[in-house]
T-cell receptor, first 116, second 115 residues
Framework: AQSVTQLGSHVSVSEGALVLLRCNYSSSVPPYLFWYVQYPNQGLQLLLKYTSAATLVKGINGFEAEFKKSETSFHLTKPSAHMSDAAEYFC??????????????FGKGTKLSVIP | NAGVTQTPKFRILKIGQSMTLQCTQDMNHNYMYWYRQDPGMGLKLIYY?????ITDKGEVPNGYNVSRSTTEDFPLRLELAAPSQTSVYFC?????WGTGANVLTFGAGSRLTVL
């Protein structure tokens, strides 16, 4: 069974500072990994995904994430935070293969606040 | 292109009442899902469907029912509402082919309060 742990339910950064949101996964097989973002009163939308093609994945709005198998991590970063980045971020995992393995398991989310 | 449309956006129910949350997608996706989101708990899968006429339970199915008579529609039924069902409900869909990465498209959510 797969699971996802997001460290820190709430992260605050100053505008222009580095954003680092942590995600660790456990999976019995190599996984697909995702980051979704949820803006207030909206549904989730895909930020980026890892599908084993490249370990450093670039997403929308300047975000990127690096898959590190040795650390079972998929941390999300952005060099310079913008006020519009304030949202809740969810890491999710799905096993790489196998029938019935299409169900995403979501982490509990990290709410990002950006201080002007 | 509307994507995934959920209705209603808000609803207040009394304990024991029943209701149906509607979900429609216009992307010809084969998979559809219902999740509930509670503060600090992330998203929990209630039911999912891999195609018309096929549904299966997720992690938290108790108190809910679903049907999938068409590719487009995936309604979620609450038969006897309980306060524990107070939550925000999200419908999502995706196109799944082989073992490809499963990118979900979400609706805007339905906020349900049971009093």
């Amino acid at each position: 069974a797969q699971s996802v742990t997001q460290l820190g339910s709430h992260v605050s950064v100053s505008e222009g500072a580095l954003v680092l949101l942590r995600c660790n996964y456990s999976s019995s097989v190599p996984p697909y990994l995702f980051w979704y973002v949820q803006y207030p009163n909206q549904g989730l939308q895909l930020l980026l995904k890892y599908t084993s093609a490249a370990t450093l994945v670039k997403g929308i709005n300047g975000f990127e994430a690096e898959f590190k198998k040795s650390e079972t991590s998929f941390h999300l970063t952005k060099p310079s935070a913008h006020m519009s980045d304030a949202a809740e971020y969810f890491c999710a995992v799905v096993p790489y293969s196998g029938a019935g393995s299409y169900q995403l398991t979501f982490g509990k989310g990290t709410k990002l606040s950006v201080i002007p | 292109n509307a994507g995934v449309t959920q209705t209603p956006k808000f609803r207040i129910l009394k304990i024991g009442q029943s209701m149906t949350l509607q979900c429609t997608q216009d992307m010809n996706h084969n998979y559809m899902y219902w999740y509930r989101q509670d503060p600090g708990m992330g998203l929990k899968l209630i039911y999912y469907s891999v195609g018309a006429g096929i549904t299966d339970k997720g992690e938290v199915p108790n108190g809910y029912n679903v049907s999938r008579s068409t590719t487009e529609d995936f309604p979620l039924r609450l038969e006897l509402a309980a306060p524990s069902q107070t939550s925000v409900y999200f419908c999502a869909s995706s196109y799944v082919w082989g073992t490809g990465a499963n990118v979900l498209t979400f609706g805007a959510g339905s906020r349900l309060t049971v009093l």
